[in-house]
Each structure stands twice: as structure tokens, then as C-alpha cells.
């Protein structure tokens, strides 16, 4: 049996975010599907393991962990990588945590489900969520003018986090050579050792034909 066990599907960015931790670190780690479009996440079964009815989830012992901040925090007091050197850097590493949760990934994974999984023909959601997506991409890219990585010259959680929606630009409906230092900053992570892109991390790609 593996040390950690992580809950998630290749779909998902935020689980993404964990298992990039997990895979760069070398650590001795299994997935655990979870059928989020088969409805599982809203099975009482599931509830169980996660009140929050989301992924990604870790296992690790007796300890079982939810929402990927924490579980990224609680990955750099075991294995010591991707963090901070100081107090100043916990805060600003952070801060962009609170920035991508709240501002990147909640419009982008919205915008991306409703567009790409759904196929919402509602133009004025679409137009919302783009628009506030968007908006967050220009904070980031115009950040990661003259920058290697979002704090400092290392990778930190911040990166990870931060990246974990923005591999699928075909299906967010986004081009990276309109933001030139976020496509840049995307090929620099993709290039780190033992860096695998989600739909090879994770299980459940491609999703079953239901046609």
C-alpha cells in the first residue's frame, strides 16, 4: 500500500495541484479515482470521506486531509520542497494562494466546466466568467513580468496552485501568446523534474462516450 493516497480525476485542477506535489517530491503515492461526473462526489458514501463533497482528498496514515492549500502546507512540513525561506515569503506565497483560490481557479474552473463540459449556450454567464477570468490573468501575467516563478527565483506552492487550470487553454478558450509571461511561466513548470501533465497523472481521461 502506498504512503499517501490521493483522491481525484484527471479533470480536476485542484487535485492536479496536489498530485504535481506528490509526483515532483518522488513521494510513494496512489490515486483514488473519484467519478465526480458519474456523481460520486454527492453520494453520501463520499460525504463521508469529505462533508465538503469535493476533491482533492489526502490520505496519509490515520490523517486524511481536504482543500489542496491545505494539503499542499501540510506536504511542505514533510518533504520540505516548494516552500519559503522566511516569513516574508510564507505571507507572499500566500497571498497568492488566497489570490488563486478566490480570483484564478474558482472563474476559471467555472468558466472552463460550463464552456467545455457542459456546453452552456448562456452567453451572459460565459461573458462573466470570461471576463473575470481574464481579468485575473492579466494580474498574474503582468506579476510575472521579469519574474522566473511567481515568488522569487524558485518554485514554490504558489506556482503549483496557481497553475493547475491553465494547462488546458483549448478548453478554458483562452490563447497564452496573449499573455506572453503566463505561457512562458507555464512551459518553465511543465519543464521541472518529474513534472506530468494531468491527463497522464491522474486517472479518468478521457471520459467515457455516453453518445
Request: glycine share 8%; charged share 25%.
Amino acid at each position: 500500500m502506498a504512503d499517501y493516497t490521493l483522491y481525484c480525476f484527471a479533470q480536476s485542477g485542484n487535485a492536479f495541484k496536489a498530485a504535481s506535489y506528490l509526483q515532483m517530491c518522488g513521494a510513494d503515492w496512489a490515486p483514488r479515482f473519484v467519478d465526480f461526473f458519474g456523481g460520486e462526489t454527492r453520494t453520501p458514501e463520499y460525504r463521508k470521506i469529505n462533508v465538503m463533497g469535493e476533491v482533492p482528498v489526502l490520505e496519509h496514515g490515520d490523517l486524511r486531509l481536504a482543500q489542496t492549500g491545505v494539503i499542499l502546507d501540510y506536504l511542505i512540513g514533510i518533504f520540505g520542497r516548494f516552500g519559503w525561506e522566511n516569513e516574508a515569503e510564507r505571507r507572499e506565497v500566500f497571498r497568492w494562494l488566497f489570490f488563486d483560490n478566490h480570483k484564478l481557479t474558482s472563474y476559471t474552473a467555472s468558466l472552463r466546466f460550463l464552456r467545455y463540459y457542459m456546453k452552456s449556450e448562456d452567453t451572459a454567464v460565459l461573458d462573466f466568467l470570461q471576463g473575470r477570468a481574464f481579468t485575473a490573468y492579466r494580474v498574474l501575467d503582468t506579476h510575472l513580468a521579469g519574474k522566473t516563478f511567481v515568488v522569487g527565483e524558485r518554485p514554490t506552492i504558489a506556482d503549483l496552485s496557481m497553475c493547475g487550470y491553465l494547462f488546458w487553454p483549448d478548453e478554458i478558450g483562452v490563447d497564452w501568446a496573449d499573455y506572453d509571461n503566463i505561457g512562458a511561466w507555464l512551459e518553465r513548470i511543465a519543464a521541472l523534474p518529474g513534472w506530468v501533465h494531468p491527463y497522464e497523472l491522474m486517472p479518468g481521461h478521457p471520459l467515457p462516450d455516453k453518445s
